[in-house]
């Protein structure tokens, strides 16, 4: 079956793509692109760059993936980008590439990034993430699985989103966020846990009490940070999944942890 690419777009030798791929009208393919089987370009969608998409990825009209980047840092050779499977780019999202010569910015599999998002370079963005209109992720940021991020939602240079939690629409995260919690505000603290969240990801009443606890501890008791942290190591449930996924985050933040509301 011969790949469908409207007579319009343009496709630069060199680039390489996967059986049914879909190129429709007035897109564009870089030279150094390389598109899985499967993935779709609606009309004037671009991907340039030494990128790749993996398969079934969909990018809708004038998005943009694979850019150069605006680190004013960049001094040539050829980073790029690296995206997974069963993405989708909603109108004008922006994917750039990393600033180091020979650095990708990284997206996981079955993310959803919704109209007028960005993800800066050297971004790594893990699977089944959310992003509502008009997110921006700065430079240099890791956002964990399962983060769902709100409307004109703004994360700063070099900060950690942790798994499963959410940020609220307009926030501004300077610090990083821990997983399982709900973060909201300018700049954004932590508010909750993500308990509606967990529960449509099958999380059960035990994983909830322990992130509860966890929330407590760290955001309720009027512990500074290290003994917050000091008391979760020493609690009966530090082998818990729960527990060793905040305590793991912590341990690598630089940024340091958002407090609580």
């Not at 370079?121 to 993430?129: A, F, P």
């Not at 909750?192 to 929330?215: C, H, P, T």
């Not at 003994?227 to 009966?236: I, N, R």
């Amino acid at each position: 079956m011969p790949t469908p690419i409207h007579a319009t777009a343009v496709v630069e030798p060199g680039a390489q793509l996967g059986a049914n791929v879909e190129i429709g009208a007035l897109a564009y393919v870089g030279a150094g692109v390389v598109l899985g089987d499967g993935t779709r370009l609606h009309h004037h969608a671009a991907v340039e760059g030494n990128t790749v998409l993996g398969a079934d990825c969909e990018v809708f009209p004038f998005a943009n993936i694979g850019a150069k980047t605006q680190d004013l840092k960049f001094d040539g050779g050829n980073p790029g980008v690296r995206i997974g499977a069963r993405n989708v780019f909603r109108e004008y999202v922006t994917i750039h590439g990393a600033t180091a010569p020979d650095g990708h910015t990284l997206l996981g599999d079955d993310n959803v990034l919704l109209a007028y998002g960005h993800v800066a370079h050297d971004c790594i963005l893990g699977n089944h993430i959310i992003a509502s209109n008009s997110t921006g992720i700065a430079g240099h940021c890791v956002v964990e699985d399962h983060v769902v991020f709100g409307a004109v939602s703004g994360v700063h240079q070099f900060c950690r989103i942790g798994a499963h939690s959410m940020i609220s629409a307009y926030a501004k995260i300077v610090q990083d966020i821990a997983p399982f919690m709900i973060a909201d505000g300018q700049p954004a603290v932590i508010r909750a846990i993500n308990k509606i969240g967990l529960e449509r990801r099958g999380f059960v009443s035990e994983q909830l009490d322990r992130v509860k606890l966890i929330f407590r501890i760290l955001f309720r008791e009027g512990l500074n940070r290290s003994q917050a942290l000091d008391k979760l190591k020493a609690h009966d449930a530090v082998d818990s999944d729960e527990f060793k996924a905040v305590l793991g985050f912590a341990s690598a933040s630089d940024r340091g942890l958002a407090p609580g509301a």
